[in-house]
């Protein structure tokens, strides 16, 4: 069982928004702003997408947004391409450790 | 441009040993917190062991805490982790990770792994 609750599927048409949420604790993703999200393609290593909550590394689309509320994270990307299907996993901090959500896999229809 | 390279992974049997190197390129290594990830095959992600800049401050997952062990050397730019007493459950791909800050927990750049299959 993962420190992080993300639904483990979610799914979208070309072109539209979709959200994905990372729920966590007051002890991790409520104590703190250190929320990344990482994308991950079948067999490739995950990639950064989202750190800081919502902040965006340089070269990473704008399609991509990340917020927080309370002891709940969120990811959304607009605009669904066929690129965007791919595994999204959520992190944060946690007393002197890092802990990961599920993961949840993202169909583009 | 940024290159982690993994190695040392491979098949061990239950109870033995293994050390991953991670070479390190395309930036100052010294000033960067490293972490190890790993992934089991199907599975999701699990944060296995992080250590800061300078060495000084070091932590591990529950699941390997006294198992394994990080560390690091600065001439060679290279991370390591020696894995001891593995378990069926250690089988995973392991990513080698940099850190975007010197002690920090977003894990910028990630190697493309090295497998390690733990089996009699």
């Known amino acids: 069982q993962s420190a992080l609750t993300q639904p483990a599927s979610v799914s979208g048409s070309l072109g539209q928004s979709i959200t994905i949420s990372c729920t966590g604790s007051?002890?991790?993703?409520?104590?703190?702003?250190?929320v990344s999200w990482y994308q991950q393609h079948p067999g490739k290593a995950p990639k950064l997408i989202i750190y800081d909550v919502s902040n965006r590394p340089s070269g990473v689309s704008h399609r991509f947004a990340g917020s927080k509320s309370g002891n709940t994270a969120s990811l959304t990307i607009s605009g669904l391409q066929g690129e965007d299907e791919a595994d999204y996993y959520c992190n944060s901090y946690r007393l002197n450790t890092v802990v990961f959500g599920g993961g949840t896999k993202l169909a583009v229809l | 441009e940024v290159q982690l390279v993994e190695s040392g992974g491979g098949l061990v049997q239950p109870g033995r040993s293994l050390r991953l190197s991670c070479a390190a390129s395309?930036?100052?290594?010294?000033?960067?917190?490293m972490h190890w990830v790993r992934q089991p095959p199907g599975k999701g992600l699990e944060w296995v062991s992080s250590i800061s800049w300078n060495s000084g401050s070091i932590g591990y997952a529950d699941s390997v805490k006294g198992r394994f062990t990080i560390s690091r050397d600065y001439a060679k730019k290279s991370l390591y982790l020696q894995m001891n007493s593995l378990r069926t459950e250690d089988t995973a791909m392991y990513y080698c990770?940099?850190?975007?800050?010197?002690?920090?927990?977003?894990?910028?750049?990630w190697g493309q792994g090295t497998l390690v299959t733990v089996s009699s």
């Open positions: 395309g930036f100052n290594f010294d000033d960067y917190a």
């Open positions: 007051s002890s991790d993703v409520g104590a703190n702003n250190y």
């Open positions: 990770v940099k850190d975007i800050d010197s002690s920090g927990y977003v894990l910028q750049y």
